[in-house]
């Protein structure tokens, strides 16, 4: 009898826990955490075209063109970036010519989406018939991420020759830019 009632008390105990092991075997999950995009990339190659005005000596120019260039993050937030671009400036005042530049570029990227940078570039002034002019830039801008791949840039920069003029910058330039990231 003494067996028997071990025994019913050992299977007794042995349903107990494993009734307790049961319970403990539904454990709260969290949920899996939801996919956020890292934002605006602005690492890498980029191509784009932008338009505006050229102000010098009292009259205004038109400038169209397009730009080429590659950014680099060195260190959150700093950019190192190498820009060319080419324009063709016409006016009332001028037979129409070419400017072709390659810019360098530092910026800081304020937010994902917005990059404020300064640029200074050396280039030529090519017109047909007449001599090339050698030509120096210097200024800044904001660029504007408007989509995943997509930025706009408004920029104001100086422009020079490298000749013996009084005048540091001879012209001004603002330009407004669209350009694709890829």
Request: aromatic share 12%; proline share 2%; hydrophobic share 45%.
């Amino acid at each position: 009898m003494f067996v028997r009632s071990l025994s019913l008390g050992v299977a007794a105990a042995a349903l107990l826990v494993g009734g307790a092991q049961a319970a403990d075997l539904i454990i709260p999950t969290t949920p899996a955490p939801i996919y956020e995009a890292a934002g605006f990339s602005w690492d890498g190659m980029y191509a784009g075209v932008q338009g505006g005005g050229e102000f010098f000596d009292g009259f205004t120019n038109g400038v169209i063109g397009a730009h080429v260039g590659v950014n680099f993050i060195v260190a959150d937030p700093i950019l190192l970036g190498v820009e060319g671009t080419a324009e063709y400036v016409f006016g009332d005042e001028t037979d129409g010519y070419g400017e072709f530049f390659i810019n360098g570029r530092v910026g800081a990227v304020v937010t994902d989406s917005v990059l404020v940078y300064a640029l200074a570039g050396a280039g030529v002034a090519a017109q047909d018939g007449s001599d090339n002019v050698g030509l120096y830039q210097l200024g800044g801008g904001v660029e504007l991420a408007v989509t995943d791949a997509v930025s706009v840039r408004g920029q104001i920069v100086g422009v020079g020759t490298f000749d013996d003029g009084d005048d540091f910058f001879e012209a001004a330039k603002a330009t407004i830019g669209v350009s694709y990231h890829f």
